[in-house]
């Protein structure tokens, strides 16, 4: 069976900090991994996603992840935090290989302060 | 611009009633599927469907159902077998083979109401 956790529920940032939010997988085939984002009575959107074509995987809004494999992680990284990155963050996996459902984690609100 | 829309954005439902959510996609994606989102514990699919007039229980189906005639469409029905259906709905859209390698299309989702 598939499955990610995001590790942190709630993250709190200063505004121009660095931003990590967590996420391990267990997969027992090499996974596709995405992280999306969620604001508030929104749908979500996609802001990057990793098909085992390279290791760090540069999204949207200046977010990327990189995919470690020997610590079955995906981690979400922004140098420097922006006021308007506010908002929930899901990550997501799916095994390799035709249809496939996606597995969601439950999601790390992001706080950012001024 | 392609996408998804989901209506109502707001719906209230009074005990014993079915309500219908609407979801309609012009990307040309042949899977569809619904989630249920609630505060705290991620997406829990509900439904999904790869072509049409064909479709699969998810996660969490008891108490809702759904229908696939046309491709664009796949509207949820929340039955009054649903014992607590207060929650976030959201509808997705992915490309054929594009589950695993293209990451879904969301609607801007339903919030459904239980007055």
């Known amino acids: 069976a598939q499955s990610v956790t995001q590790l942190g529920s709630h993250v709190s940032v200063s505004e121009g900090a660095l931003v990590l939010l967590r996420c391990n997988y267990s997969?027992?085939?090499?996974?596709?991994l995405f992280w999306y984002v969620q604001y508030p009575n929104q749908g979500l959107q996609l802001l990057l996603k990793y098909t085992s074509a390279a290791t760090l995987v540069k999204g949207i809004n200046g977010f990327e992840a990189e995919f470690k494999k020997s610590e079955t992680s995906f981690h979400l990284t922004k140098p420097s935090a922006h006021m308007s990155d506010a908002a929930e963050y899901f990550c997501?996996?799916?095994?390799?290989?035709?249809?496939?459902?996606?597995?969601f984690g439950t999601g790390t609100k992001l706080q950012v302060i001024p | 611009d392609g996408g998804i829309t989901q209506s109502p954005k707001y719906l209230f439902r009074k005990e014993g009633q079915n309500v219908t959510l609407s979801c309609e996609q012009n990307l040309n994606h042949d899977a569809m599927y619904w989630y249920r989102q609630d505060p705290g514990q991620g997406l829990r699919l509900i439904y999904y469907?790869?072509?049409?007039?064909?479709?699969q229980k998810g996660d969490i189906a008891e108490g809702y159902s759904v229908s696939r005639e046309k491709k664009e469409s796949f509207p949820l029905t929340v039955t009054s077998a649903q014992k607590n259906p207060t929650a976030f709905y959201l509808c997705?859209?992915?490309?054929?083979?594009?589950?695993?390698?293209?990451?879904?299309?969301f609607g801007s989702g339903t919030r459904l109401t239980v007055v």
């Open positions: 469907s790869q072509i049409v007039n064909d479709f």
């Open positions: 997501a996996n799916s095994p390799s290989g035709g249809y496939q459902k996606v597995t």
């Open positions: 997969s027992s085939v090499p996974p596709y």
């Open positions: 997705a859209s992915s490309s054929g083979q594009g589950a695993s390698n293209y990451g879904y299309t």
